[in-house]
């Protein structure tokens, strides 16, 4: 099986990087409204002239961001599925992690907190379509070890689901950032479901 | 207190009129009071967030009410699974057909996905509460397992449901073979005794 190499992570990471992460940090501080173009130069240590020679502006540092945000978060995931020892283990490792990046992420949980409308738009109905699909897709993969690649998708589809309304959505009756509590609850509920006859192709290795 | 109730609901329909024919931005609390015939004061002592307030109650009021007519018309069905393969594609149908809804996410998509987070928590307590007596029959009746946890199944399949109706995504829920995968499978998969 080809396996995809992350790049090794350097200690300086490049200035493109820095820009990203110091948006970041901003939205986490002071929401997205209020950042502006100069406070990410300035935490990231950089110009407002070579920040523009990377970015045309603060839309376009958001989108960058939440790309690399998402695919680092996905690459994680997927490695954590594949390593596990059984498919169970896989789905418990997959949300345990998943919900543990969600609940940590400063920008995310102050968007969620003071600017709901900045990410809801994004998850909500016709938009909440679009980010199903893709992360279906994305994080079928961890998966594939045990699942046929279009049983591999729905149980994506399922798990991020799953996710957002029991970690983004308030008052979840189970805190999946809890090992114990997520396995419970997912042997309980989901995983039945998961390798059931709607996912004929489903087997679990010992 | 019914005749206060009374007025809280004269007020809610008047929101959703004036929310279904100017948007959320535009209505007013001069608006309500027009279309509700109720005063501005009365209003404010049933609302005291005023316009805000009102909107998110509104929302709420709609949402309930949307979940009732559904149930009305799947009042008959013989077991929950049968229930739910009812109900998610009628769900979906009525929902694309919601005349104020789907304005709002026309116009007001942002101002409309706060509001419903918000109301969320609030709707997926009242659908768990529908749910849960349905779990309890078939329970009884050997279809689900006697030891499963049914408070937290009804709520799993409120969001989940939810969930589907507002983001079918992949899922076409206008296909029955597809809908009883779903429920028989990731829905209910847990509980059921045989799927």
């Known amino acids: 099986m080809a396996v995809t190499v992350a790049p090794v992570p350097t200690a300086r990471p490049d200035t493109g990087g820095r820009i990203r992460d110091a948006a970041l940090v901003c939205i986490g501080r002071f929401g997205l409204a209020k950042t502006t173009v100069d406070d990410i130069a300035r935490e990231a240590g950089c110009s407002r002239a070579t920040l523009y020679r990377y970015f045309d502006g603060k839309p376009a540092i958001v989108r960058a961001a939440v790309s690399a945000e998402r695919d680092r978060v996905v690459a994680a995931l997927v490695e954590l599925g594949r390593a596990a020892p059984t498919f169970t283990d896989a789905v418990v490792a997959v949300c345990v992690e998943a919900a543990r990046e969600l609940r940590a992420h400063d920008a995310l949980q102050f968007l969620l907190a003071h600017e709901p409308e900045a990410v809801l738009g994004h998850l909500a109905f016709g938009p909440g379509d679009r980010v199903l699909v893709a992360a279906g897709d994305a994080v079928a993969p961890a998966f594939d070890r045990w699942l046929s690649p279009d049983a591999a998708t729905r149980a994506g589809d399922w798990l991020a689901r799953l996710l957002r309304s029991y970690v983004l959505m308030p008052h979840p009756p189970v805190d999946f950032t809890d090992p114990i509590a997520a396995r419970t609850f997912l042997e309980l509920l989901v995983l039945p479901g998961l390798v059931s006859a709607g996912l004929p192709e489903s087997r679990e290795l010992p | ?195």
């Open chain 2, 1 to 195: 207190m019914a005749a206060g109730d009374d007025t809280r609901q004269r007020v809610l329909r008047g929101a959703s009129e004036c929310i279904g024919r100017d948007g959320m931005a535009k209505t007013t609390v001069d608006d309500v009071a027009a279309a509700s015939g109720v005063s501005r004061a009365t209003i404010y002592r049933l609302f005291p967030g005023g316009k805000d307030e009102v909107l998110r109650d509104t929302v709420g009021w709609e949402m309930d009410r949307f979940f009732l007519r559904l149930g009305d018309e799947l009042g008959d069905a013989p077991d929950f699974p049968e229930f739910l393969e009812r109900a998610l594609p009628l769900a979906r149908r009525e929902l694309l057909e919601h005349d104020l809804l789907q304005k709002v996410l026309e116009t007001e998509p942002d101002r409309l996905n706060a509001l419903i987070t918000v109301q969320q928590h609030r709707v997926i307590g009242a659908i768990a509460a529908y749910f849960l007596p349905l779990l309890e029959r078939d329970r009884d009746a050997g279809l689900v397992a006697a030891g499963a946890d049914l408070a937290l199944t009804a709520e799993y399949v409120a969001r989940l449901s939810l969930s589907l109706i507002a983001s079918p995504g992949r899922h076409d829920l206008a296909d029955p073979a597809e809908v009883r995968d779903l429920v028989r499978g990731e829905l209910l998969g847990g509980v059921l005794v045989n799927r």
